[in-house]
C-alpha cells in the first residue's frame, strides 16, 4: 500500500510583505518535515504577495522580489528537506503576460507551474484588471500520487477541476484565499461534495487565514474524499499546520479521517470574524491598541467587546463624552462595562466645545432655526476629541455604526463616523442585537440594560431611532432585499412591506452613498458589503420605482 | 454625387437618470432634424444610463426601464424624424449576457444592436465586471454609406476597426465615453488618425460631455478623413449638435471640412476640466452652492477662483478661520480675493473652540508634549465649522488639498480633508502655481502675493512646507515617478534623485492609503488619480527599494 503525507499551510501571508512571507513559508515547511515528516505542503493563493496584492502587482519592482523570493525558497528547502513537494501561490509575468500562479518545488528546482483559468471579477473580485487566464491542467507526480494542481474560482467553476482529472489527476490539490461571508462554510463543503463526485476524486481545499483591510479569510481548510465526505477540516480563525494521510489501494488515493473541526454556529462565526478583521487591521498597521467613543447604546458596547477580545483590555480605552440628552442610564451603562471590561476610562463632557462652537456660528447661523446641524456639531466635537486622542497615543479610533446605519446615513460625516477601522460596519442592526446576546452567553460583556432599552443616538431631547426610522426588524429586511437583493422598490412593496417606508428606506441608501464613500473600511461579512462589493455612484440620478 | 449628413450628438447624460437621458435624446434627433436635416444622429457610449453606470446595471429594475427607453425613442421619433438613422449607446441583457450596446433605430424599428468587443478593465475602468465581449461586427446601410459601428475601446484595440472594414463599412462610426486626462486630445487625434490610415476610412468619434463623480468627460468630438486629416472638430467642454456632410464620389466617402475648434493649451484644458467637475458634481447632486475655507494660501485660492467660474460668485462662500499661526498677510490676501472675486466672506476665529478642547483634553494629556496633535486640532476645529455653515445653509464644503499633498498625507483627516468633492485632488502642487499664473493672465483672480510667497500649513509658529518635505519641484519630480511610473525608490534614485528624499517621499506615500481612502472624490485629470485609478491595500508590508 502507498501513502502519502500533505500538510496545509494555513497561514496569514501579510500582503506586500514578500520577504517576511517567504520566511515565514520556509519555517512551515521545516515544521511540516519535523513534525509530520511531509511528502507534500501546500500553501494558500498568491501566498507570497498576500491576497489581494491589489496594484502593487502593477509596480516594477514586483518581479524582481518575487524572483528573488522563489529562488530563496529553493535554495534553503532543499537543505532540509529535499523530499518534499512544496505547492506555493505567487503572481507572475511569463512572456509579457501576468498569471496567478501556483508553483510546485522539489529537490531545490521548481518543477511547474499552474495559472489560474477561472478568474474571479464580480463581487469584491478583481482578477480580469491584473491576470490572464491559464488555459493548460499541471498535474504532478510524487511519491505515487499524481496531484492535480488548482487555484480557488477554478474549483468553483468546475471546468479546470474536470480537465485536471481528465488529465489524469488522482488528488485535486487546491489554493484558495477565499473571503468570509456569512454562511459560506457550509456553502463550500455542499459545492466542494459536488466537485469531488463529479471526478471521483479526493479534493484537498486550503485556505488563508487572517484580515486584510475589509476582507477576512476564515480558514477552515479541508479534505474531502471522493465522495465528497469530509475527511478533515482544520479550525476556522487560527493560523496553522494540518496533516493529512492519504492511502492508496489500486491506485485509488483515499484520505484517512483526521481531525474534523465542528463547523461554527453562525453567531459565534460572525463574531470571530470580527474579532479577527479587527486585530488583524490594529496590530499589521502598528497601531498601540484603539480607542473609542462608548455612549451607553448597543453598537459601541458591542464594539468594545469585540475589541477587548482582539487585543486584550489593556490595549482598549474607551471615552465617555456626555451633553445634555445623554440620559443618565447611559453614563452608568457605559462606566459599569468599562469596570466589566478592565478597559481604560475617561469621561469627558462635550458642552464647552459645543457652545463654543455655537457662539462662533451665532452670528453667521442669525435668523435660522434648530436643525440636524445642532446635531451633527455633538457628534463631531466626539470626534475631535477621539482623534485628538488618537494622535496623541497611537490608538486607532475605533468606529462604531452598524450597516443599517451606515445604509441610510444615519451616521454623522466627521463625527461619529471617525476612525480607522468599523468592526460592525456590514453588520445589520438586528445581527448587532443577536451578536450582544451571543457574547454574553460566553461571559458577562455587556451591561444587559444596553441591550433591553430602545436605541436612541441621544443628539436631542427624548430621541429614538424608531422617531425617524421604521423599527430595525423592517429596516433591515428592506435594506437586505434591496442591497444584497438588488430589487427595486416596487418588487419589495410586494413582498410585503410598507410603500411609504420602502420608498423612504430606499431614498436613503442611494443618497448616502457620499458618506459611505468616506467611512472607514470595516469588515465585510455579508455577499454586499459597503466597500469594494458595491460599486454605486455617488452623483446619481436613479429614482427609486420598478 | 451622394451625400449624407451625420450629427454627433455631444451630451452630457445624468448617470442613472434613463428617463431623463431619454427625453434630452428625442429632443436632440429632432433638433438635429429641425436645424441640420440629419440622416444620422450618433449619441455617446452608454449614453442612456450615463458613465459609468457601475453597480446600477445589476439592479433588477435596470432591464424593464431600458426597454421602456427604446420603445419611447422608437415611437416618438418615428413621428418627427422617421428617416433619420439614430445611433444610441446603452447597456442589455441579451440571452442572459450583459453586453455595452449600440442600437440603430429607424422608422420606428429598432434594426440592429452592435456590442462592443474591447472591454476595457484597468486604470479608472471596470467593464469586465459587467459585460461580455461582443465578436461580430455591425455594418448599416443608409442613405447609400454603409456605416460600421464601433464603441471607445474598440477604436483604440484596432482589431474591431479591421474587422469592420472587411465587413464593408464606408465609415466608422464610433460612441464613445473617454475620461479627460492631461494631454488626452493630442493623443486621441493621433491614435485615430492612425486608425483611419490603416483601413483608410473615415472615423467619427462621438464623445460624451461632463463631471460624474471623479470622471470628467472633455468632448471634443472629431471626425478624421480616411487619410486621418482632422475634418470636424466639436468644442471642447461644451454641450451640443456638430453636424458633418459627407459626400462620396465612386462610393469613397469623404467628411467635409468643418469646425475645427483649436486643440487647447494644456493649462486652459486642465482649468475646464476642474471647472467641469466640479460644477457637475455641485449641480448634478443639487447643492445651492459650495462653502469653502479661505486660509490665504495658493490651494485655497485656486479652488476660490475655479469655485466661482464654476458656479458664480453668489452661490460661493468662503470662511477665512484664523489662529495664532495665521499670518497678518493672509487674513489680508484672502479678504482681498474675496472681494475681487464678489463672493460672500465671514472671518471666524478659533481660539475658543481650540482652547475649550486642549482644556478638556488636558488631564488626559498631562505629561505629553505637544506634537502634530494639537496642529490637527486647529485643522479640525475648521471642519467643523465648514460642516456647520454647509449642514445649516445646504452649501457644499469644497475641499482644496493638492495631489502632491494628499500623495504624502500633508493634510488632516476631520480637518481640511473634510468635504463633498476637490477640485485640486489630481493637481500636483507645481500645476497649482501653473494654473494659478494662468488663470491670472485671463482676469485678475489670484493675489499675486499668493502666489509669490512660501507655502506654508500655519499651523506651528513660522512653519514652511519646506520644512518637512523636499522642494515641491523635487517632491512633485519624485511623486510622478512613483504613483504614475510605478517605479521602484532605487529606480527614482538611479534617475537622479536624492535618496533620502526619496525614501522618505516613497514611504509617506504608501503609508497614508488610510487618509486617501476616506477622502473626498475630486476630479481625475492624470492617468493615476488617487480614486479607482489607483487600487491599493491599507494594510501593506510593501518597503521601499529595488
Redesign the interface.
Same mark, same amino acid.
Given at each position: 500500500m502507498q501513502d502519502l503525507t500533505l500538510v496545509m499551510a494555513q497561514l496569514d501571508p501579510? @500582503?506586500? /510583505?514578500i $520577504?517576511?512571507n517567504t520566511a515565514a513559508a520556509i519555517e512551515a515547511v521545516r515544521e511540516a518535515k519535523l513534525e509530520h515528516d511531509a511528502d507534500v505542503v501546500v500553501f494558500s493563493e498568491l501566498y507570497l504577495t498576500?491576497y =489581494?496584492?491589489?496594484?502593487?502587482l502593477?509596480?516594477? $519592482?514586483m518581479e =524582481? !522580489?518575487l524572483a528573488e523570493a522563489l529562488t530563496e525558497m529553493a535554495q534553503k528547502i532543499a537543505k532540509f528537506a529535499p523530499q518534499t513537494l512544496v505547492v506555493m501561490g505567487y503572481p507572475g509575468l511569463r512572456d509579457g503576460q501576468r498569471y496567478n500562479l501556483a508553483g510546485v518545488l522539489l529537490g531545490g528546482e521548481w518543477r511547474g507551474e499552474y495559472a489560474k483559468q477561472a478568474l474571479p471579477?464580480?463581487q469584491v473580485f /478583481?482578477e480580469?484588471?491584473y491576470f490572464e487566464p491559464g488555459t493548460q491542467p499541471l498535474v504532478i507526480e510524487h511519491a505515487g500520487a499524481r496531484l492535480g494542481i488548482l487555484i480557488c474560482e477554478d474549483l468553483w467553476d468546475g471546468a479546470p477541476v474536470r480537465q485536471s482529472a481528465q488529465a489524469g489527476a488522482d488528488i485535486l490539490v487546491t489554493l484558495n484565499a477565499s473571503p468570509f461571508h456569512l454562511d459560506k462554510p457550509a456553502e463550500r463543503e455542499r459545492l466542494f461534495a459536488t466537485r469531488a463526485r463529479e471526478v471521483s476524486r479526493p479534493v484537498v481545499y486550503v485556505n488563508a487565514i487572517g484580515?486584510?483591510?475589509e476582507l477576512v479569510f476564515d480558514g477552515g481548510s479541508l479534505v474531502l474524499d471522493a465522495q465528497g465526505e469530509v475527511a478533515v477540516r482544520a479550525p476556522f480563525w487560527l493560523a496553522g499546520l494540518m496533516p493529512v494521510r492519504f492511502v492508496a489501494a489500486d491506485g485509488d488515493w483515499r484520505p484517512e479521517p483526521g481531525e474534523r473541526e465542528a463547523l461554527p454556529e453562525s453567531e459565534e462565526n460572525l463574531y470571530c470574524a470580527l474579532v479577527t478583521g479587527l486585530r488583524?487591521?490594529v496590530n &499589521?498597521?502598528g497601531f498601540k491598541g484603539v480607542v473609542m467613543g462608548l455612549s451607553g447604546g448597543i453598537d459601541s458596547a458591542l464594539s468594545l467587546a469585540i475589541a477587548v477580545d482582539a487585543l486584550g483590555a489593556d490595549r482598549v480605552h474607551a471615552v465617555m463624552m456626555p451633553y445634555h440628552y445623554t440620559a443618565e442610564i447611559s453614563r452608568a451603562d457605559a462606566a459599569e462595562q468599562a469596570q466589566l471590561l478592565g478597559v481604560g476610562y +475617561?469621561v #469627558? %463632557?462635550?458642552a %464647552? #466645545?459645543v457652545?463654543?462652537?455655537a457662539?462662533?456660528?451665532a452670528?453667521?447661523?442669525s435668523g435660522?432655526g434648530a /436643525?440636524?446641524?445642532e446635531e *451633527?456639531?455633538q457628534s463631531?466635537?466626539r470626534? @475631535?476629541?477621539l #482623534?485628538?486622542?488618537s *494622535? &496623541?497615543?497611537g490608538l486607532m479610533v475605533q468606529t462604531t455604526g452598524n450597516k443599517s446605519e451606515m445604509a441610510v446615513g444615519y451616521a454623522t460625516?466627521?463625527g461619529d463616523m471617525?476612525g480607522?477601522y468599523n468592526a460592525l460596519k456590514d453588520v445589520y442592526k438586528t445581527w448587532v442585537y443577536r451578536l450582544a446576546r451571543w457574547r454574553n452567553t460566553q461571559s458577562a460583556a455587556i451591561p444587559e440594560r444596553v441591550i433591553t432599552r430602545p436605541p436612541s443616538a441621544e443628539l436631542a431631547p427624548d430621541q429614538q431611532d424608531s422617531d425617524s426610522l421604521p423599527g430595525y426588524d423592517v429596516l433591515d429586511a428592506i435594506l437586505e432585499r434591496y442591497i444584497e437583493g438588488? #430589487?427595486?422598490a +416596487?418588487?419589495i412593496i410586494a413582498a410585503g412591506y410598507d410603500r411609504d417606508d420602502v420608498y423612504k428606506v430606499v431614498k436613503l441608501v442611494d443618497r448616502n452613498e457620499?458618506k459611505r464613500?468616506?467611512? =472607514?473600511?470595516g469588515v465585510r461579512v455579508t455577499l454586499r458589503g459597503f466597500g469594494r462589493d !458595491? !460599486?454605486?455612484?455617488? @452623483?446619481?440620478?436613479?429614482?427609486p420605482?420598478?
Open positions: 501579510l @500582503v506586500g /510583505d $520577504a517576511g498576500g =489581494p496584492p491589489e496594484d502593487l502593477l509596480r516594477e $519592482a =524582481p !522580489r471579477n464580480y /478583481d480580469d484588471r484580515g486584510q483591510d488583524d487591521y &499589521k498597521s +475617561e #469627558m %463632557p462635550i %464647552p #466645545m457652545e463654543a462652537f457662539a462662533t456660528l452670528d453667521s447661523f435660522l /436643525d440636524t446641524t *451633527n456639531l463631531r466635537v470626534g @475631535v476629541l #482623534m485628538a486622542i *494622535n &496623541k497615543k460625516l466627521y471617525v480607522g438588488d #430589487m427595486s +416596487e418588487a457620499y464613500r468616506q467611512a =472607514p473600511v !458595491r !460599486r454605486y455612484p455617488i @452623483v446619481n440620478g436613479w429614482q420605482g420598478n
